[in-house]
């Protein structure tokens, strides 16, 4: 792989130049704090790439591999073959060019990965593993990260973000306060869900101003963990007439939740409810609230019964309309309760809809591509769509939204992307390189480690 991989400019390539060894601020993943506190060496490269990557799982049974070979009992070196199998037909597909990357940067295998090459580079892989003990931390060392946000449920003990603040890290591990869990009020087991809250709270919930006591209450202990990002990511999202402030109506509504009786129209009226609660805590606190928009979750209800939820069934969904969003951020400024917002959306053909959206309200950003967004087309498109309706160099740029200690190889791929279409503007004499050099440096790392506080431009 050569260093002008997707670069297609002498301009794009001096502009990564002055990003490739930049420092990484993910401030959107899932890696668990656990595993980067236990910090144990990998044994194989099946096991780094397969075991939990539900992109990868996907991509295998779109290619009709069994599911034996995926999440199934079949040894790691057979589930790496069927991998080689699959990522052998599937050009333009992002994972092709991550694999690439990955193979690249962490393992130093520089072959396409296909069945002819898979027993080499499995050997290879294998070997500098083994050789060069590689583990969570020394992955994330040699991808020279700076910041990491997991992704916590609010009654999450945080007893491992703890006990990394006590290590001696090069890197800051930190947990955002993910809410998914405490909106959705429909789930069968939602009151026990209330019961553990109330419990790791000191709180006991029975209304609407107990709960909110006791969300208050794991905020602040967040925020005391070093919380910098909250974030949800549900499916369901307020209709516009369903956003008000009505202390009685939420709280009946959250009594009847507690019973197991609650309407999909009350389901969304508490949902806008607790939004502007959140959001107002979240003002307060400085954190930067992200919100993911757009999504199904567990579409392939058979699958989802026998492997559970992130098992790569989730799909893209129905994006909240352009007047239930502008109602949503409206209520919020109008209430005081704005805080610096990051919008994802899914569905990328509402990317420019929203982009008009957001940029209508001080500190409410378009987010990245995501997702299923995230490939190399659509990072492209969300670049422009981005810089076509705001300032591009204030934009936060990439995060892996990853579960893997492999993706920080996506920062890279959205760095040669980025100045690979910067440099097209420069090539065209449509933007200076000055600028160029500061927008590309801004957008590649420094606009994240502001809005986290890790250092400043």
């Not at 940067?105 to 050789?131: G, H, Q, S, V, W």
């Amino acid at each position: 792989m050569k260093n002008q991989y997707l670069l297609h400019s002498k301009c794009a390539e001096d502009l990564y130049e002055k990003v490739k060894n930049l420092p990484i601020c993910d401030y959107h993943c899932h890696l668990s704090p656990k595993e980067i506190f236990d910090n144990k060496p990998f044994d194989n490269i099946a096991n780094m790439w397969l075991l939990e990557d539900h992109y990868k799982w996907r991509l295998m049974r779109s290619a009709n591999i069994d599911e034996e070979f995926i999440t199934g009992g079949a040894k790691p070196f057979e589930k790496f073959k069927k991998y080689a199998y699959a990522i052998s037909l599937s050009p333009a597909n992002p994972l092709y060019d991550w694999t690439k990357l990955e193979l690249k940067r962490y393992f130093e295998i520089d072959l396409p990965l296909n069945l002819d090459t898979a027993d080499e580079i499995y050997n290879k892989a294998n070997e500098y593993i083994k050789t060069q003990k590689l583990s969570p931390r020394k992955l994330i060392e040699k991808s020279k990260v700076k910041f990491i946000a997991t992704t916590d449920d609010i009654s999450d003990s945080l007893e491992y973000h703890q006990l990394l603040k006590k290590e001696n890290l090069s890197f800051c591990v930190s947990p955002s306060f993910r809410v998914d869990n405490l909106l959705l009020a429909n789930k069968g087991d939602y009151k026990e869900y209330i019961n553990k809250l109330s419990k790791v709270s000191c709180v006991e919930i029975t209304d609407i101003k107990s709960l909110q006591k006791a969300v208050e209450k794991r905020l602040d202990f967040f925020c005391e963990n070093g919380c910098k990002m909250a974030d949800m990511g549900i499916e369901f999202f307020p209709d516009a007439d369903d956003f008000c402030t009505d202390l009685s109506q939420a709280d009946k509504i959250f009594k009847s939740a507690l019973k197991g009786k609650i309407t999909y129209k009350n389901l969304l009226k508490f949902i806008a409810f607790m939004i502007v609660f959140l959001s107002k805590l979240y003002k307060e606190r400085n954190l930067i609230s992200q919100w993911h928009l757009g999504v199904k979750r567990n579409a392939n209800s058979k699958l989802f019964l026998k492997l559970g939820a992130d098992c790569g069934c989730d799909t893209v969904g129905e994006a909240p309309s352009a007047v239930s969003l502008i109602k949503a951020l409206d209520t919020l400024n109008q209430n005081g309760g704005l805080p610096k917002t990051i919008v994802y959306t899914l569905d990328n053909n509402t990317a420019s809809k929203y982009a008009s959206i957001c940029y209508a309200f001080r500190n409410v950003l378009l987010g990245n591509a995501w997702w299923f967004c995230d490939t190399k087309r659509k990072n492209i498109e969300q670049i422009h769509t981005i810089a076509e309706n705001s300032a591009l160099g204030v934009h936060p740029g990439m995060l892996t939204d990853s579960r893997s200690f492999l993706s920080y190889s996506r920062h890279d791929y959205f760095r040669r992307l980025l100045c690979d279409e910067i440099g097209k503007l420069v090539e065209n004499g449509e933007y200076d390189i000055n600028s160029a050099e500061y927008i590309v440096k801004a957008v590649s790392y420094y606009n994240a480690a502001k809005m986290t506080g890790v250092e400043s431009l």
